[in-house]
Each structure stands twice: as structure tokens, then as C-alpha cells.
């Protein structure tokens, strides 16, 4: 994620607009996005870390069939547990945007 990407997402998000596009917002922004990148990689090497975690139990009952046939199962796990942090946040926001509509009626 680059600096264009950030501002690219901030103004879809209306955070940014030609106003407040330089300075020290951004500079922030820049920053925040920063540090929910970071927290977000270390997510997904914890789900890698269950992931390897399972891998060794099915390792221990079928040491062959794992080490040369599962990959692809593996890395499928790995992106379902990182689609269901996605749809996770989603849901949390559809809730988020649904109260504040509620409050402001």
C-alpha cells in the first residue's frame, strides 16, 4: 500500500477531500493506515500460525499424504480464514452504518 493508495481509499471513504489533502492530516492518515496494515499482517501470520498448527496434527496421522498433496488445501484454509476477517468487518460496519442511521432518525 502506497501513498496514492491511501489517499485513493480515504477520499472513497469521503476522509479526504481537496481541502485537507496536504498537511499534517495526511500525515496521519498516512500513519493510521500504517499502523492497520501492520495489525492486519500480524492476523494473518497468526492464521498461518493455526493453519501450520493443523497441518502438524494431520501430519502425525498421515505424514505422506500432507507433505505432498495438501498444499493446495492449506493455502485454501489460509484464504478462507482471511476472507472471514474481511466479511467479519463488514458485517461491523453495515451494523455501525445501520445505528448511526438510527440515531440521526
Not at 492486519?40 to 494431520?58: M, Q, S, T
Not at 495438501?70 to 476477517?85: E, L
Amino acid at each position: 500500500m502506497n501513498r496514492n493508495d491511501i489517499i485513493r481509499m480515504a477520499i472513497e471513504c469521503q476522509l479526504v477531500t481537496t481541502a485537507n489533502r496536504d498537511g499534517i492530516y495526511m500525515e496521519a492518515l498516512e500513519r493510521f493506515a500504517e499502523l492497520v496494515a501492520a495489525v492486519e499482517r500480524e492476523a494473518c501470520i497468526k492464521a498461518c500460525d493455526n493453519v501450520l498448527k493443523i497441518h502438524k496434527v494431520f501430519a502425525e496421522e498421515d505424514p505422506e499424504d500432507v507433505m505432498v498433496g495438501n498444499v493446495p488445501a492449506i493455502v485454501k484454509v489460509i484464504k478462507d480464514i482471511i476472507r472471514d476477517r474481511a466479511d467479519s468487518w463488514t458485517r461491523k460496519n453495515e451494523l455501525y452504518q445501520m445505528q448511526r442511521q438510527h440515531e440521526s432518525s
